[in-house]
């Protein structure tokens, strides 16, 4: 007979760690995602001239900067939020 599986069982040690690593990443990789549409709302407010100016091509050489940008910001500490948001995760 199969056993259910309640929501409170204890992991063991190295599952356990698996959780809060992918749960650190999870908080990181949303504070990436506010991040880039943070930037992306910023750099619309913004007149596109120069060399790359306001071309297809350009959008999407900005929005790939936006985005990495985003990443790096977030992994290196970012500003709180995912640290904030996997605080109140793990009291869960």
Not at 29 to 46: A, H, N, P, Q, V
Request: hydrophobic share 40%.
């Amino acid at each position: 007979m199969l056993k259910g599986i309640s929501s409170n069982q204890a992991l063991t040690g190295l599952q356990n760690d698996s959780s809060i690593k992918k749960l650190k990443q999870t908080c990181a990789d949303f504070e990436s995602l506010l991040l880039t549409y943070l930037l992306k709302s910023m750099r619309s407010t913004i007149v596109e001239d120069g060399p790359i100016g306001n071309t297809h091509e350009g959008k999407i050489i900005k929005s790939m900067f936006d985005e990495n940008m985003a990443m790096g910001i977030a992994r290196g500490g970012g500003i709180g939020l995912g640290k904030i948001l996997f605080e109140r995760l793990m009291d869960r």
